[in-house]
Nanobody, 122 residues
């Protein structure tokens, strides 16, 4: 009933930038927290950045000062601007949105995107 579509991943050289997007569609009444997570090969998925509905943000220490999360509530979209990328940022990036739906009943759904690969290499 609710789907997330991610875009923006790719190959970039160290020091470069990428912008990820994640748009929600479907039976959406409202969206609460949004976030980005990543999973590198052989490692567990870890949180990268989160943003709540009022705009407060939180970042992993490893990306503070380099990444910026933002949201467009009118478009049900969350963004991740990634600057000064490093090889250790290489991972599959997943977005997550907490969606309030009223169809067929009112409830909250934790929805994940399909993932987008970010590769930082020279």
């Amino acid at each position: 009933q609710v789907q997330l579509v991610e875009s923006g991943g790719g190959l970039v050289q160290p020091g470069g930038s990428l912008r990820l997007s994640c748009a929600a569609s479907g039976s959406i009444f409202s969206i609460g927290a949004m976030g980005w997570y990543r999973q590198a090969p052989g490692k567990q998925r870890e949180p990268v950045a989160t943003i709540i509905s009022r705009g407060s943000t939180n970042y992993a220490d490893s990306v503070k000062g380099r990444f910026a999360i933002s949201r467009d509530n009118a478009k049900n979209t969350v963004y991740l601007q990634m600057d000064n990328l490093k090889p250790e940022d290489t991972a599959v990036y997943y977005c997550k949105q907490v969606v309030r739906t009223t169809i067929p009943t009112e409830r909250y759904l934790e929805v994940w995107g399909q993932g987008t690969l970010v590769t930082v290499s020279s």
